[in-house]
């Protein structure tokens, strides 16, 4: 029998998804099969409409494919329903999206604490917002908080809960260069010192440097994938 180590954290066979308004029918993605190995760090490359982000969000429960297979280790994700999906994105899956999405009214421990409050096995806010370079910052609320630093709370947030899987969706496409590597060097850290299985979408090239693997979609499909020979520190980007 495999180890649990041994398996794709998330494995993916055919999957389809197609947007259907009145008689017309949007094909996202046309049949995408994918592992995501323990510890492995994933950059989707692929402009605007190619399917990055549909793909995204049915890895992470946020939505169910049109057909095809996704399981999480052992577990078919397709045959789930409502309240399984539920507890597989809030016991396993940390998102981090391009917007911040914090409560204004609450300081940075404050919002992570949001997350740690429903957690199986939480870190405390505190380590969580230490791990992404905000010891100092614990009780600033976001209007005090520039947007690099806005985006790592959101950071802290998601890995709180020790997620196995960390999905990104363009982490610094709102943020200026030096802005933008202070958060994937955030998401570095995380992902060197929890292991969590990372997949981050970009429209920036560079970043597919600090990656393991590179996949480039287009057209709902992968289209292409390499594997980086060695990986750049977020330091060392520049764009």
């Known amino acids: 029998m495999a180890r649990e180590s041994d398996l794709p954290t998330l494995r993916a066979r055919g999957l389809k998804k197609v947007y259907r308004t009145g008689e017309v029918e949007v094909h ?19 402009p605007s409409g190619s399917g ?17 297979e996704l399981w999480f280790r052992d577990r078919e994700l397709t045959r789930s329903d409502d309240r399984a999906l539920t507890r597989y994105r809030r016991d396993h899956v940390g998102f981090v999206f391009q917007f911040y999405n914090l409560i204004p009214s609450l300081t940075a421990v404050e919002n992570v604490q949001l997350v740690t409050e429903i957690a199986r096995r ?12 905000l010891g100092e910052r614990l009780h600033h609320f ?17 890995i709180a809960k020790r997620p196995e899987i960390l999905l990104c969706d363009e982490p610094t496409g709102a943020l200026d260069s030096r802005t933008g590597v202070l958060v994937l060097e955030a998401i ?25 693997r590179v996949l480039v979609m287009g057209d709902g499909l992968i289209q292409s994938e390499r594997r980086n020979a060695t990986r750049r520190r977020a330091r060392e980007l520049t764009w």
Do not use: Y
Request: charged share 20%.
């Open 28 to 46: 996202a993605l046309r049949g995408v099969d994918l592992d995501l190995m323990p510890r492995e760090l994933v950059v989707l490359l692929g």
């Open 52 to 68: 990055k982000s549909t793909l995204l969000n049915i890895l992470g429960g946020l939505d169910t494919p049109t057909g095809g």
């Open 122 to 133: 939480p870190m405390p806010p505190e380590e969580a917002l230490r791990l992404v370079g």
């Open 142 to 158: 976001p209007a005090q908080l520039s947007g690099g630093e806005q985006q790592r709370v959101a950071i802290a947030r998601a």
């Open 188 to 212: 570095e850290r995380i992902h060197a010192e929890l292991g969590t299985a990372t997949i981050l979408i970009t429209h920036n090239a560079v970043i597919a440097d600090m990656a393991d």
